[in-house]
């Protein structure tokens, strides 16, 4: 291979000047003549039927244009997701919710909803709506939900179970437990998450005389979002245009059909356009979370430490409508059996709805849930079998030439070993290992390693498009459909067109995340789109630089097999010095020869290419106050090919503070009535810049045959090591072992007392 | 629906501004909805989370918590008002060059912040940047690139490129 010219290089984002001179369009930041502006009332109860709803008085109120209840919402059932587009995932998808519903099922359920001239009028009309509620019984948490006797959520699902279990089974589980030497189980909690992107949820929605409506809105998923609302309205797809403004940050938050429905009702409603912008505090309390989990593990090794049995029950809190709730269960099934070889197991996940907001998509999709419990497990057995912690991971995980027993997809690239090897180097594993320090604060180091996905196969039909035309000045227009969130894909891409065209990155101009101009795309979501769209596109340049090829080869009358592309220049074989600047045979292409050219590419990956990473941590304990301190983080991934270094070890080093927030605060919680007591920036501890511990980011970069370049996705691992990893230091450092989340001081001093109580004696 | 609005002047962007406001505006509001400057954000609307941070008599404030009738005959520096002449500060520059943003919509908030610090303190520690940006939260990137950035333009700053 030449050397490459753009990609591996850490070019600067392409939007970057427009970001940080503020000549960005968020959702936040549009305005259109006319446009009102849109609240929603919410239900104050858990679980309630909904009687009348008087909007007279609302509706009398100056300045208010439309508002919309039940009596406006389409007697349609949906699902906020669609998991999948084909009809076959369709088939089998849970419709649970509506736009408004005859039964609100969790606390800020939204019932009606006003547009006005001004927020403030919307906000005051709502206090005037008058609604009858009969409240019902709730059910506050998956425990509860699964009592006998429990009320039910929804009438139709007895139990409040969502459909069937999700079930994957191998080998022979009784026997694999015969085999082992030791038998550990556990029971393990991961709380619900928020992911709080920055800039909230928003959107316009503006009607045309046709019928046809246009909806900006801040999301992952923009064509999903047109399918999802095409079924709503009742109009085909091609009658909704999705357009993505400049969009504030999405962790899966914006990964579902949320706000758009009751916008494009409003501004139907009013004909006029209307922007419905989400607040905090609807933010917190309103918006999806990451799904609470209860699982209950057990596994089975030899004394050498080879696994022999894995049992897991997963219980996931999918709050008051089902949406990501089975998909998550699924892909969840793939962190349970994927990472590590074990011949016998078995993973049962039931997707509980409870009288909580709705769980959703967030980043560390499927693994939170189930990699802290096994990534805590792998340690107690590895110490139970007088092991290195490394040494049963080195000796379980997965190689290149296995199939990953969910999925049957044989792994093509695995840098793991070198991951936990620099990983381990740099952190200063061994000297540190049995290092706890003296008095009341020790020291530890603890690690976990991930494996995850890019992008959904085999659950999801994966595909992306892309479009490319030339211009005559030889830059190109790359239309994409892909979502680019703040994680940086235009540019990533850009620089995959220049690699292939040998321009520069700059003189590819990207539009991304529009449904009328471009092509299809799934969204932004598994860490697929550098896997996936990154491919379609690669393939889409190589047709334009065929074609430019042609044109070449006529221009130099040279044959087309001889012509070398180099350096943004185009020669015949050994005579460089005739070299013609791409540009120039654009321009020729154009002017001259009258052709437009253009390239377009539907890619589909033959598998999900896993990433692998291993983060270690270095931190101390206060064994009197049980505050944790993180001092100090390496984190070694696997990522392919880094197609855009800087943006990789920025995906890595925000998704390591985001899994220190997880690990260690975050949790949304709620009061017993179903009322989230935290649901605000002040009470909610996201982390800010202080107190944070050095982070060392380690790109390991196995060329990955099914990607473009050999890059694989990045964007979800890097959340989920922290909680394993800080709870494993823990224990290293003290002894003590906790298997909830979040790491609170109050759990760290639990545990201690618990050890003690155990016999372990005292530390000092 | 007219609410009642009172006149106040105010300096933005070295730009003398004559505006009616809703006397229970805040300066975010008379920012971002009366003279479209949308580089100040909202964000918590509880004073913490900073997205909203202009400079205000060269001091970094939260603009969501002061009101727009405070800022009466005052100056205000928005993100807006940085770049001169299509030349970007060095701070944005850094910010670019260092991939010190993501989803940028915290980074002018958190650019204000540091060049409040940087004319108090030329060349500040990590630590105590890390410190100045308290009221300031990103969610992407991990704050690293950010220290980074702003260390980057503190030396371009000091060699005379302000």
């Known amino acids: ?764 | 629906m007219r609410r009642k609005r009172v006149p106040i002047s105010l300096v933005v962007n070295g730009e003398e501004v004559f505006v009616d406001i809703e006397p229970r505006q805040t300066l975010l509001e008379l920012l971002r909805d009366e003279l479209d400057l949308t580089g100040a954000r909202r964000g918590c609307e509880e004073n913490f989370c900073g997205a909203c941070t202009v400079m205000l008599d060269g001091v970094a404030v939260h603009s969501c918590s002061v009101l727009a009738l405070q800022a009466q005959g005052r100056k205000v520096t928005t993100i807006e008002g940085l770049a001169t002449n299509g030349q970007l500060h060095p701070l944005q520059e850094a910010f670019v060059e260092h991939g010190a943003l993501q989803c940028g919509y915290c980074s002018p908030g958190i650019i204000l912040s540091a060049l409040a610090l940087l004319s108090e303190e030329p060349r500040p520690t990590e630590e105590k940047i890390r410190d100045s940006l308290v009221g300031n939260t990103c969610r992407c990137t991990g704050y690293v690139k950010i220290v980074q950035a702003i260390q980057s333009a503190a030396v371009k700053m000091e060699g005379g490129a302000l």
């Open chain 1, 1 to 764: 291979m030449t050397e490459l010219q753009a990609v591996g290089k850490s070019v600067a984002r392409l939007e970057g000047r427009a970001k940080v001179t503020a000549a960005t369009q968020y959702g936040v930041d549009l305005k259109f003549p006319g446009m009102l502006y849109a609240r929603i009332l919410r239900s104050p109860y858990a679980h309630a039927r909904v009687g009348r709803i008087d909007t007279s008085a609302a509706s009398a109120m100056p300045g208010v244009r439309a508002i919309v209840t039940i009596d406006d919402s389409p007697d349609v059932s949906y699902n906020a997701v669609y998991s999948g587009l084909s009809d076959k995932f369709v088939k089998h998808l849970v419709q649970d919710q509506h736009v408004f519903d005859e039964v609100v099922r969790y606390v800020g359920e939204p019932v009606a909803a006003v547009a006005a001239d001004d927020p403030l009028i919307a906000e005051r009309a709502l206090e005037l709506i008058e609604v009858d509620y009969d409240p019902m019984p709730d059910v506050l948490s998956a425990e509860a939900a699964l009592a006998p006797g429990a009320p039910l959520v929804h009438a139709g699902s007895p139990g409040n179970v969502v459909g069937r279990p999700i079930v994957f089974q191998m080998g022979d589980l009784d026997q694999g437990f015969a085999e082992a030497d030791l038998v550990l189980e556990e029971r393990y909690t991961t709380p619900r998450h928020q992911g709080i992107p920055m800039e909230p949820h928003v959107c316009v929605a503006s009607w045309d005389p046709q019928g046809k409506v246009t909806i900006w809105t801040s999301t992952q998923i923009p064509f999903r979002v047109r399918f999802v609302l095409a079924r709503i309205l009742g109009i085909p797809e091609g009658r909704i245009r999705i357009i993505m403004p400049e969009v504030g940050g999405g962790f899966g938050a914006k990964q579902e059909v949320s706000i758009e429905p009751i916008c494009a009702l409003l501004a139907k409603k009013a004909g006029r356009p209307v922007k419905l912008e989400l607040n905090r505090s609807e933010e917190f309390a309103c918006t999806t979370t990451r799904h609470g989990a209860i699982m209950d593990l057990r596994m089975g090794a030899k004394k050498d430490g080879t696994l022999t049995a894995m049992d897991g029950q997963l219980i996931l809190d999918t709050g008051a409508y089902v949406a990501h709730g089975l998909g998550v269960a699924t892909l969840a099934s793939i962190s349970f059996t994927g990472i590590y070889r074990c011949p016998n197991l078995r993973y049962q996940a039931r997707v509980v709805y409870t009288n909580l907001p709705i769980s959703g998509a967030l980043r560390g999709f499927g693994q939170f849930q189930v990699l802290f419990p096994i990534e805590s497990h792998m340690d107690m057995l590895a110490e139970k079998l007088g092991m290195d912690p490394l040494d049963i991971r080195l000796k379980n995980h997965i190689q290149v030439g296995e199939p990953d027993p969910r999925t049957r997809f044989i792994i093509e690239s695995c840098g793991l070993d070198e991951c936990i090897e620099e990983g381990a180097r740099r952190i200063g594993w061994k000297e540190k290992r049995n290092d706890h320090g003296e008095g009341t604060v020790r020291r530890g180091v603890g690690m976990s390693c991930i494996m995850d996905v890019s992008g959904a196969k085999p659950f999801l039909p994966e595909q992306s498009a892309a479009m490319i035309k030339c211009n005559e000045d030889g830059s190109v227009a790359l239309l994409t459909g892909v979502a680019d969130t703040g994680q940086g894909i235009r540019t990533t891409l850009a620089q995959i067109v220049a690699e292939e065209l040998g321009i520069d990155t700059e003189q590819v101009h990207v539009t991304a995340g529009d449904t009328e101009i471009t092509p299809f795309d799934l969204g932004n979501y598994a860490s697929r789109t550098t896997y996936v769209a990154g491919m379609a596109v690669r393939k889409a340049a190589q047709e334009v630089k065929n074609k430019l090829s042609e044109i070449a080869s006529e221009m130099m009358e040279a044959r087309l097999e001889d012509l070398v592309w180099e350096k943004g220049g185009i020669y015949p074989k050994g005579a460089p010095q005739k070299a013609v600047p791409v540009t120039q045979v654009a321009r020729y292409a154009q002017h001259t020869k009258a052709v437009s050219v253009m390239g377009s590419a539907t890619h589909t990956p033959p598998h999900n290419a896993p990433g692998f990473q291993a983060h270690f941590v270095d931190i101390e304990v206060d064994t009197e106050t049980g505050r944790v301190k993180v001092l100090r983080v390496v984190a070694a991934n696997d990522v392919g090919k880094a197609i855009n270094p800087q943006d990789c070890e920025g995906q890595i080093e925000g998704g390591v503070i985001q899994g220190i927030g997880f690990a260690m605060g975050e949790e949304l919680r709620f009061d017993e009535s179903g009322h989230p007591i935290n649901a605000r920036f002040s009470e909610y501890e996201v982390p800010g810049p202080d107190g944070l511990p050095e982070i060392e980011t380690v790109l390991v970069e196995p060329i990955e045959p099914s990607g473009a370049y050999g890059a694989k996705g990045i964007g979800d691992i890097v959340v989920t090591s922290m909680a394993p990893a800080i709870a494993n230091a823990i224990y290293n450092a003290t002894g003590a072992r906790i298997r909830h989340l979040p790491l609170t001081p109050e759990r760290v001093l639990e545990a201690l007392d618990e050890n003690r109580r155990a016999g372990a004696g005292d530390l000092s």
